[in-house]
């Protein structure tokens, strides 16, 4: 069974950074591809950012140029370093662990841009 749990949201005004941290346990942790995601109230859950066992990583248009996903293995922690944020970025993110078929959510973390 796979645990995750996120840290680092918080409120930040406008154009404000945050970093999100996702602290796997209990799996090999570099097999997995690591992703953020995020759901809006009144939204669907979309896919913020993705890293690949192998490195490779893949971006929301919404969110490129502003938000960089990575990992470190040593930790087993993928981290979202999130720029210039903008109101429209609030939202809980959820951390997911993907191999294969297995799909593993962690309890999410709320992220309020406002002045």
């Known amino acids: 069974q796979v645990q995750l749990v996120e840290s680092g949201g918080g409120l930040v005004q406008p154009g404000g950074s945050l970093r999100l941290s996702c602290a796997a346990s209990?799996?090999?942790?570099?097999?997995?591809?690591m992703g953020w995601y995020r759901q809006a109230p009144g939204k669907q859950r979309e896919l913020v950012a993705r890293?690949?066992?192998?490195?490779?990583?893949n971006t929301a248009d919404s969110v490129k140029g502003r938000f960089t996903i990575s990992r470190d293995n040593a930790k087993n922690t993928v981290y979202l370093q999130m720029n210039s944020l903008k109101p429209e970025d609030t939202a809980v993110y959820y951390c997911?662990?993907?191999?294969?078929?297995?799909?593993?959510w962690g309890q999410g973390t709320q992220v309020t841009v406002s002045s």
């Open positions: 997911c662990a993907n191999y294969y078929s297995s799909n593993y």
């Open positions: 209990g799996t090999i942790f570099s097999m997995y591809t």
């Open positions: 890293i690949t066992s192998g490195g490779g990583t």
